[in-house]
């Protein structure tokens, strides 16, 4: 059908190939996408979501310029292939799988276009001093992720409460990693988002990890 090899690592051009077949199967056979378990398809769907995709960030033959170019488009290929595999027309998920994997890849994109970002930032280069600003987008983008995915974690009848309490340990995970990156007022806009989640869920699991990051988040982790 068009599909790029998934044996390779991909790359942008490749995310572009993967979507207009995507497209194709969406309008004939919604339900034929490739799926995380399935014996003959999910070898492929783990391409969407491998994190090796990224490896080229650690190629030091690639400029952080072209880097950044690369890692904005990444930005946006998490956001179609969550909304590919979104079915708006319902409350309940026929890849709600599928889509925890694509919220934790795109979480983890975020994370490194945060990493390359601060290198830019701090970076004496000359020739990168008009996107050192772009530290401040990268953080909206981040809050913004973490906004989107506690949206998620309270829908406990979309997904599997092993998913979502995976999907919060992740979150946690990252927003501690990440702290030194985070100013205090995007501190301030994430302690509300996890704070929410917290009083919603129903999960043991899921309010201690947030209540632990929120000690962290106001500094009382001490």
Known sequence: MGMPDHTKLWSSQAYIQTFTVLSNIKVNNPL?????NSRKSGTTFSRFVNKENLSFLKDSTISLKDK???????????NT?????????RTEQYYN???????IFGLYVQEKMLEL????????????SDMKGGIQMVLNGYVQMIHSLCGEQIKSNVYNAKD???LSKEVGLSITKNMKFIQPEYRQKIAPLLQ?????????????????????????DQ
């Open 164 to 166: 979502l309490d995976r």
């Open 68 to 78: 950044a170019f690369e890692m904005q488009f990444l930005s946006g290929v998490q």
């Open 81 to 89: 292939l969550i909304r590919t595999y979104t079915d708006d027309f």
């Open 196 to 220: 929410n989640v917290i009083e919603k869920t129903s999960s043991g699991y899921i309010k201690k990890n947030y209540q632990e990051v929120l000690k962290t988040l106001n500094g009382t």
């Open 97 to 103: 799988e599928e889509l925890i994997e694509a919220y």
């Open 32 to 36: 034929s996408f490739p799926r995380k």
């Open 117 to 128: 970002a601060v290198v830019i930032m701090n970076s004496k280069d000359d020739y990168l």
